[in-house]
C-alpha cells in the first residue's frame, strides 16, 4: 500500500479557487490510479474526480465537472486537483485515494475499490 498526504485545503469565498495536492510518502505513483473522494457534514462520502496512473484518462463526478481538474506532477510526485468557481456545496474534507492499476488507462470511482487513503483536508466555501 502507499500511503498518502493531501495538503492544500483551507477557507475561500464562493466563485474562489483553490488546488490541493496528494503526495506519495516514500515511494512514486508508478502504476497506482489515483481519485479525489469528499465528504461533507452529515453526508455520505462522494467521488469527485480520478486519474489513471499514466494521465491520459480522467473522469469527474457532474457535480464538478467543468470546474475541477485533476492532474498529475511527476516532478513532484503528486497528483493534483484545481478547484475553481468554488460554491458553498464544494465545502467538505477532501480525500485522496490510491489503487494499483491493472492497465495504464484505468481510473476508479468507488470507494471499494481502494486500499490507500490519505487523511484527508478540510474544504470550506463561504456564501
Known amino acids: 500500500q502507499v500511503q498518502l498526504v493531501e495538503s492544500g485545503g483551507g477557507l475561500v469565498q464562493a466563485g474562489g479557487s483553490l488546488r490541493l495536492s496528494c503526495a506519495a510518502s516514500?515511494?512514486?505513483?508508478?502504476?497506482?490510479?489515483v481519485s479525489w473522494f469528499r465528504q461533507a457534514p452529515g453526508k455520505e462520502r462522494e467521488f469527485v474526480a480520478a486519474?489513471?496512473?499514466?494521465?491520459?484518462?480522467?473522469y469527474y463526478a457532474e457535480s464538478v465537472e467543468g470546474r475541477f481538474i485533476i492532474s498529475r506532477d511527476n516532478a513532484k510526485n503528486t497528483r493534483d486537483l484545481q478547484m475553481n468557481s468554488l460554491k458553498p456545496e464544494d465545502t467538505a474534507v477532501y480525500y485522496c485515494?490510491?489503487?494499483?492499476?491493472?492497465?495504464?488507462?484505468?481510473?476508479?470511482?468507488?470507494?471499494?475499490?481502494?486500499?490507500?487513503w490519505g487523511q484527508g483536508t478540510q474544504v470550506t466555501v463561504s456564501s
Open positions: 485515494a490510491a489503487k494499483r492499476a491493472s492497465f495504464s488507462h484505468s481510473y476508479y470511482y468507488k470507494e471499494a475499490d481502494f486500499g490507500s
Open positions: 516514500g515511494r512514486t505513483f508508478s502504476n497506482y490510479a
Open positions: 486519474i489513471s496512473w499514466s494521465g491520459g484518462s480522467t
